[in-house]
Antibody, heavy 118, light 109 residues
């Protein structure tokens, strides 16, 4: 079964860190660039980050640059998002997604809620 | 990385057509043929319905079509059905980044 299963969300205090995971199964993980996308409560979708198939190229949205780090373990078919210095503005449902090409996110994780609150 | 501009809402009766615009700049929509559209139902993950401006993934009905002119991309849903009621988002490659549209809520009257 083709799927992305996400873990790692939850409630975290401002300034703290959190790590999200996204495990792939049922398809060739190494064939896809991977993205993180988020949706804050009541807001639209926001692109967060991309990592290339080999993990060498990583690009971030301005809103998370310098605070978030994307990585992948191709042996374990798993994508990660390390989030540091979290603020209330980072409260959102976070999705991982595969990219067929140019932002064609064809497989999505189920989403995981991150709440930054004291 | 400003969001692409979409109308907040659109509506139509069953069987009618609705077209949603997605306006960007020459640095994103106008500069690349990498515009995608997603259907998003509350509580679910978004679903890809159009990619590379006008291509449909396997399993997406041909009622959904995409096009682009200059800096504006469009999604047309023909023969509206009740299950088409959802939020729709465009997304464009923007040269080393990606940007989503502001989203459009489609209501089937």
């Amino acid at each position: 079964q083709v799927q992305l299963v996400q873990t790692g969300g939850g409630v975290v205090q401002p300034g703290r860190s959190l790590r999200l995971s996204c495990e792939a199964s049922g398809f060739t993980f190494t064939a896809y660039s991977m993205h993180w996308v988020r949706q804050a409560p009541g807001k639209g979708l926001e692109w967060v980050s991309i990592i290339s198939t080999d993990g060498r190229i990583k690009i971030y949205a301005d809103s998370v640059q310098g605070r978030f780090t994307v990585s992948r373990d191709n042996f374990k078919s798993t994508l990660f998002l390390e989030m540091n210095s979290l603020g209330p503005e980072d409260t959102a449902v976070y999705y991982c997604a595969t990219d067929m090409a140019g932002g064609a996110y064809n497989i999505w994780g189920q989403g995981t809620l991150v709440t930054v609150s004291s | 990385q400003s969001a692409l501009t979409q109308p907040p809402s659109a509506s139509g009766s069953p069987g009618q057509s609705v077209t949603i615009s997605c306006t960007g700049t020459s640095s994103d929509v106008g500069g690349y043929n990498y515009v995608s559209w997603f259907q998003h139902l509350p509580g679910n993950a978004p679903k890809l319905i159009i990619y590379e401006v006008n291509k449909r993934p396997s399993g997406v009905p041909d009622r959904f079509s995409g096009s682009k002119s200059g800096n504006t991309a469009s999604l047309t849903v023909s023969g509206l059905q009740a299950e088409d009621e959802a939020d729709y988002y465009c997304n464009s490659y923007a040269g080393n980044s990606y940007v989503f549209g502001t989203g459009t809520k489609v209501t089937v009257l």
